[in-house]
């Protein structure tokens, strides 16, 4: 079992940033690949970045591409989403998610731990 807690949501006017932060616990999270996920009311969620279990390789929604960066640092398992040049558009509950393969996913349904989400809010 994994718990993962995400934090460093808030309300950023358009341009700005913001880091985002997820620590797992319950196992041996270096073993996992990461994702970030966010959804609005009425949308399905979708995927904004995953990173390997290593942290090598990273994939990113098109829409994110060249503003955010997804790291991690398995020595305080945690992982991170900086989020740069933020738009209206990116605002959204984030939410942080493990699954048991070293390799990450684009798909929602790949994940088997979640964490409650974490709001980001980006005023025009």
């Known amino acids: 079992q994994v718990q993962l807690v995400e934090s460093g949501g808030g309300l950023v006017q358009a341009g700005g940033s913001l880091r985002l932060s997820c620590v797992a616990s319950?196992?041996?999270?270096?073993?996992?690949?990461m994702g970030w996920f966010r959804q609005v009311p009425g949308k399905e969620r979708e995927f904004v970045a995953a990173i390997s279990w290593s942290g090598r390789s990273g994939d990113y929604a098109d829409s994110v591409k060249g503003r955010f960066t997804i790291s991690r640092d398995n020595a305080k398992s945690t992982v991170y989403l900086q989020m740069n040049s933020l738009k209206p558009e990116d605002t959204a509950v984030y939410y942080c998610?493990?699954?048991?393969?070293?390799?990450?996913?684009?798909?929602?349904?790949?994940?088997?731990?979640w964490g409650q989400g974490t709001q980001v809010t980006v005023s025009s």
């Open positions: 998610a493990a699954r048991d393969r070293a390799r990450a996913s684009e798909s929602v349904g790949a994940y088997d731990y």
């Open positions: 319950g196992r041996t999270f270096s073993m996992d690949a």
